[in-house]
């Protein structure tokens, strides 16, 4: 996992967790004292809230462990894989694409990084050098074409 994405989410995590272990309690104390809890519009908020962060940090925690079991040595040398630049032909579009196979908290679109979990992604993964990816989308079907494949071995060269 790139050392990058790590350090953002255990700083989100480390933000959630100071949130949920100091800042919600003071606010459903202060919330408390208010008064009648049954229409008491921010001990309700300071209760949502709390509920959002408590399953906020237990996707990440998740993510964290998931991205952690990512063994870079299972990376497959000749076929497109996560970090692989791939140089497509996109006959709906009549155009070469470069995209860059990334995790879903790296990708943009807009840059050409696009997650291994994406349909694009999904479709390009496991191809070589000339084989034919099917991505399913909206608007119909788009046929890529695998012109150039850089994998995350030749990148490192």
């Known amino acids: ?3 990058q994405i790590k350090k953002q ?6 933000q959630l967790e100071y949130e949920l272990i100091t800042e919600l309690p003071a606010e459903i104390k202060k919330a408390r004292a208010l008064g009648d809890l049954s229409e008491n519009a921010e ?6 809230r709390q509920e959002f962060v408590n399953a906020r940090l237990g996707q990440l925690k998740k993510r964290m462990g998931e991205l952690s079991l990512v063994n870079l040595a299972n990376i497959p040398r000749d076929r497109a894989a996560f970090g692989s630049k791939v140089l497509v032909y996109d006959s709906s579009k009549d155009a070469k694409i470069q995209y860059k196979l990334v995790t879903s908290e790296e990708a943009d679109v807009s ?15 496991g191809k070589q050098v000339g084989d034919t990816a099917t991505v399913v989308t909206p608007n119909g079907n788009r046929e890529l074409e695998v012109l150039e494949l850089l994998t995350i071995y030749d990148s490192k060269q």
């Open 1 to 3: 996992m790139p050392d």
């Open 43 to 48: 001990y309700h908020m300071a209760k949502q």
């Open 9 to 14: 989410l255990l700083e989100e995590i480390k």
């Open 111 to 125: 840059l050409g990084l696009i997650s291994t979990t994406s349909p694009i992604g999904r479709s390009l993964v």
